[in-house]
């Protein structure tokens, strides 16, 4: 190979973002990406990159999500032209919602060869809407211009806006690469490349406090992305906190475990609730979503960066950076909701087999600190808000649009960022939609990956809507439980997971202590 402007300018791109800290990249092989591959490749033969190979880029887009989950770091994603660049979607959608920053470098046709019926070419600029925070249409290199100047303003730009310090929400960027041919060359090689990229500017905003009633009765909610402030508000004050278990706030003494039942049931408790101050995006509970219609009820909106505005009643009195109260909250209230919630938890009776609950306080007793949960968005992150245990460790959920699409993969870029061990708790179907993202590229190296399935033989969660109580059993199999037949033992074998099936709490146990990529199957019911 020779030198060529497209292999000059990802050369030079890639290694300035490496140089700035980005250096997760998810490649999948393409064509008209080559340049970029060659580039990539380089650096992470010279440990300057992690480099991770998927043949599909749905697969890889949501692992490049789950890197960034775990990180806070951009990933960087590349793709080919065509339908590559639209399989990232999926992926695009839930990082724009759920605020998690990704930076895809999706190659594309010179400008040209668009709106001709060029191969493989299609609208990429644009393809993304408002999902994207900012798009870049990089014009093809030239030998009179590589477009190698242009390098550090953009890599900056790009980073800055993938992280939110402009002052938005982070999220993901596009940045659309055209190349002509030659597509790639064999110098410069990345690696040996110093590309300086300025930092700019931090984005300084003033906060805005209130100061509350505090003999208002008030609960705090907790939903994905809340982190630690929820707790913190809650214990400084007394306040009961009702924390879904992705909000990293599950824990403490002032944790409500079992709220969704109480609010349920508990009418007299439920009744006295005069406020609601909401942290993060709570999405799981109708009866808590019940509380921000109630005009009994004030909302009070904590900002948050990452999943942005949340105010589904369009009722929220303020939204704030902080809040204080004017007197003292009466321990009453927290000892009242302390005491329910104990209640209901020692009545409820264990289940001689092998239940969700007791899947649930397994799981978590399983994870330690420093190791990483997933929760995929079916049943049993509904079972986990009822019956986890108050206890802070690494719990993740794509809760941005709450889709069962790329849960493997998540999980599996979870596990590839941190090198620790990772779990992922998911039912038979979400597994299935994303069964390809089990393909293992040997190069990935060792990881500690166990998807718990609990296989019900289809969406049990489907069980709660309305059609369950008015169609036939057969009807509603077929629109909505959905069971299939596949044999997972086989599916994980297929694909190289060590496959352990589980009837018991004891063999439960066992199970979570077996490292490596470990498939194991619970089968209810």
Known sequence: ?????????????????????????????????????????????????????????????????????????????????????????????????????????????????????????????????????????????????????????????????????????????????????????????????????PTGEEHETELEFAILDGSVPTVVVAGAGSEEGAVELAEAYGLPIFAEPSSSARFGDNAVLCYPLLLANS???????????????????????RLFFNENVEVVVVRNRAMGLFDVSRRASMFVDDVTFDVDVDGEWLEAWRVADQTVRLSTPVSETLSRREIVEQVWSATGPGENLLLGASRMIREAEIWAPAKNINVFANRGLAGIDGTVATATGIALATREQTRALIGDLTLLHDASSMVIDPLDGPINLQLVVVNDRGGSIFEALEPAKTLSEQSFDRLFRTPQDVNIATLAVAYGWLHIPVHTEVELEAALGQPGRVLIEVKLG
């Open 1 to 197: 190979m020779s030198s060529s402007p497209a292999q000059s300018l990802a050369s030079h791109l890639l290694a300035a973002f490496a140089g700035a800290g980005v250096d997760q990249i998810y490649l999948a092989p393409g064509a008209r990406s080559q340049a970029l591959a060659i580039a990539a490749g380089q650096l992470a033969d010279a440990d300057k990159a992690d480099l991770f190979i998927r043949l599909d880029e749905r697969s890889m887009a949501f692992s490049a999500l789950g890197s960034s989950l775990a990180t806070g770091k951009p990933a960087l994603v590349i793709t080919t032209s065509g339908t590559a660049v639209a399989n990232l979607h999926p992926a695009v959608l839930e990082a724009h919602h759920s605020g998690v920053p990704l930076i895809l470098l999706t190659a594309d046709r010179p400008h040209e060869l668009r709106d001709v019926g060029a191969n493989q070419t299609t609208k990429q600029v644009g393809i993304f809407d408002d999902s994207v925070r900012i798009v870049f249409d990089v014009e093809a290199p030239t030998v009179e211009d590589d477009g190698v100047k242009g390098v550090p303003l953009l890599v900056s730009t790009a980073i800055r806006a993938a992280l939110g310090l402009g002052g938005s929400r982070p999220g993901p960027v596009q940045i659309n690469l055209a190349f002509r041919e030659p597509l790639s060359g064999d110098s410069p090689n990345a690696a040996e490349l110093e590309v300086e990229v």
């Open 267 to 289: 009418k007299a408790l439920a009744d006295r609730i005069g406020r609601v101050i909401v942290f993060g995006k709570p999405t799981l509970t109708r009866s808590v979503i």
